[in-house]
C-alpha cells in the first residue's frame, strides 16, 4: 500500500536518540496505529509493549530480536518484533519504516 485514506495523522513528531531516529503517528478509523519514520545511521535499542511489525521501505539495517541472531534487512522487507521485548539495530543507511502496532 502506497498511502493510505481517511486518516488522522498527529502533528508532534517522536523524536529519539538525539533526533537520529524521528516517526509521525498515524491513526485509523477502526482504531488501529502506525507510525511512518526515518532512522539515521547508528546503533539503537528499542523495547516494544505491543507486538510491532517493521515494514522497511527504503535503507539498510542489521536487526537482532530476542533469542535471535543478527540478520540484514534491507528496503522490501519487513520483520516482527514480540510484544513486551527489546530487540537492536544497526543502521547502515537512513531507513525509511513504516511500524505496525497489532493488538
Do not use: H
Request: hydrophobic share 40%.
Amino acid at each position: 500500500m502506497a498511502q493510505f485514506e481517511n486518516v488522522t495523522v498527529v502533528k508532534a513528531a517522536n523524536i529519539y536518540f538525539d533526533g537520529k531516529v524521528t516517526s509521525r503517528t498515524v491513526l485509523f478509523a477502526d482504531g488501529t496505529k502506525k507510525t511512518l519514520g526515518v532512522m539515521l545511521p547508528g546503533d539503537y535499542e528499542f523495547g516494544t509493549a505491543e507486538k510491532e511489525i517493521m515494514e522497511i521501505l527504503a535503507g539498510e539495517m542489521d536487526v537482532c530480536l530476542p533469542g535471535e541472531s543478527w540478520k540484514a534487512i534491507t528496503g522490501g522487507q519487513s520483520f516482527e518484533v514480540p510484544a513486551n521485548a527489546k530487540f537492536q539495530l544497526k543502521v547502515k543507511t537512513p531507513v525509511d519504516y513504516c511500524c505496525s502496532y497489532i493488538k
